[in-house]
T-cell receptor, first 108, second 112 residues
Framework: GQNIDQPTEMTATEGAIVQINCTYQ??????LFWYQQHAGEAPTFLSY????GLEEKGRFSSFLSRSKGYSYLLLKELQMKDSASYLC?????????FGAGTTVTVRA | DSGVTQTPKHLITATGQRVTLRCSPR?????VYWYQQSLDQGLQFLIQ???????AKGNILERFSAQQFPDLHSELNLSSLELGDSALYFC???????????FGPGTRLTVL
């Protein structure tokens, strides 16, 4: 089976940094994705990790440790528009399994 | 805009009815995926098609079926609808099964 855990909620201040952790236990692994989803809208792709290490993309970075079954998404210089749900997803055997999502609220 | 289109945007129907949701993938993408997202379940993978053939199956009920046509658009058919089927249904597409999936805007289904 697939087990993907991430915190339910996080709150941070505009301009700050927030780190969203994701741990996974899956029967196989072909890559890990992070998506952003605003309420009622489609998930939008943020990052993809298949090898261990850090991938940086502007204000967003994602890290993967396959041996630990662990990833994090780092959001820097938070903006109000970053208030959204962030979904961790593991690709295994053609199937993408999603965590329940972390709702990030950015306060002024 | 991801390039994936879905119709209709909203659908309201009654229990016991049957509906069809439609999805057109991004230009050039061969893989189409269907997901269900309800408030208490999160995003659940239903089924994947690759170039017209079923590639992977998730938690899809027997009352639900899908197909991918030669022009690569896909349809998800939901029958004998129940109140619990009310959810957002997303379609996603990718070039291959390992590529990033891009999601359409979704169809919000309400079963009354």
């Amino acid at each position: 089976g697939q087990n993907i855990d991430q915190p339910t909620e996080m709150t941070a201040t505009e301009g700050a940094i927030v780190q969203i952790n994701c741990t996974y236990q899956t029967s196989g692994f072909n890559g890990l994705f992070w998506y952003q989803q605003h309420a009622g809208e489609a998930p939008t792709f943020l990052s993809y990790n298949v090898l261990d290490g850090l991938e940086e993309k502007g204000r967003f970075s994602s890290f993967l440790s396959r041996s630990k079954g662990y990833s994090y998404l780092l959001l820097k210089e938070l903006q109000m528009k970053d208030s959204a749900s962030y979904l961790c997803a593991v690709l295994n055997d053609y199937k993408l399994s999603f965590g329940a999502g972390t709702t990030v609220t950015v306060r002024a | 805009d991801s390039g994936v289109t879905q119709t209709p945007k909203h659908l309201i129907t009654a229990t016991g009815q049957r509906v069809t949701l439609r999805c057109s993938p991004r230009s050039g993408d061969l893989s189409v995926y269907w997901y269900q997202q309800s408030l208490d379940q999160g995003l659940q993978f239903l089924i994947q098609y690759y170039n017209g053939e079923e590639r992977a199956k998730g938690n899809i009920l027997e009352r639900f079926s899908a197909q991918q046509f030669p022009d690569l658009h896909s349809e998800l058919n939901l029958s004998s609808l129940e109140l619990g089927d009310s959810a957002l249904y997303f379609c996603a597409s990718s070039g291959t099964s390992e590529d990033t999936q891009y999601f359409g805007p979704g169809t919000r289904l309400t079963v009354l």
